[in-house]
């Protein structure tokens, strides 16, 4: 298997401008869960998906952050509109219910 | 509630020695324990775990961690240290009983190995 496959890997983008983050998730596995990562803040859990269901969003910052799983290999993250204090490395990950994270290698946005 | 506190946010040693990364944990039921690896521009890498059975675990890359109840500890270990384990390392810990599937991460430790 190619592994969590995640993108764009780069993105910069202007304020206020939407931004579109991809994920596939390992063959097989029904977890799936968004992360951020800043040098300040650490490893964020954002959302988190079982069996295409979002089960706790209770860690995505605010309205303009909303994330779909339209089938059980595939979920989007989308930022509308998109904001400097966005700027991070967003990390998706997918497991079996229960068990160890496979991680992307990561979408590295800047928002000017 | 659910909890991993990782002491230190740096470990320094010489190539060769060994080296302990060190891990806490809290949680109201079992533990279901986890260690990642992160390289520099990379995505978090599995490392090891442990569920249940023997206290000492064994992962990838000849680390080991040992998982000690009383303690409620679960610190990774390696016997001689190498340049390339430089990295950033998380612990992670889930309650098995606890009725969620989200493990709550440490905030990290930073590796660095000196030649």
């Known amino acids: 298997d190619a592994g969590v496959i995640q993108s764009p890997r780069h993105e910069v983008t202007e304020m206020g401008q939407e931004v579109t983050l991809r994920c596939k998730l390992i063959s097989g596995h029904n977890s799936l869960f968004w992360y951020r990562q800043t040098m300040m803040r650490g490893l964020e859990l954002l959302i988190y998906?079982?069996?295409?269901?979002?089960?706790?969003d209770s860690g995505m910052p605010e309205d303009r952050f909303s994330a779909k799983m339209p089938n059980a290999s595939f979920s989007t993250l989308k930022i509308q509109p998109s904001e400097p204090r966005d700027s991070a490395v967003y990390f998706c990950a997918s497991s079996y219910t229960g068990g160890e994270l496979f991680f992307g290698e990561g979408s590295r946005l800047t928002v000017l | 509630a659910q909890s991993v506190a990782q002491p230190e946010d740096q470990v320094n040693v010489a190539e060769g020695n060994p080296l302990t990364v060190k891990c806490t944990y809290s949680v109201s039921g079992n533990p279901y324990l986890f260690w990642y690896v992160q390289y520099p521009n990379r995505g978090l890498q599995f490392l090891l775990k442990?569920?249940?059975?023997?206290?000492l675990v064994k992962g990838s890359y000849g680390f080991e961690a040992e998982f000690n109840k009383s303690q409620t500890s679960f610190h990774l270990k390696k016997p001689s240290a190498l340049v390339s384990d430089s990295a950033l390392y998380f612990c992670a810990v889930r309650d098995m009983g606890g009725g969620s599937y989200i493990p709550t991460f440490g905030r990290g430790t930073s590796l660095i190995v000196h030649p």
């Open positions: 998906f079982n069996n295409n269901v979002p089960i706790d």
């Open positions: 442990y569920i249940t059975g023997d206290n």
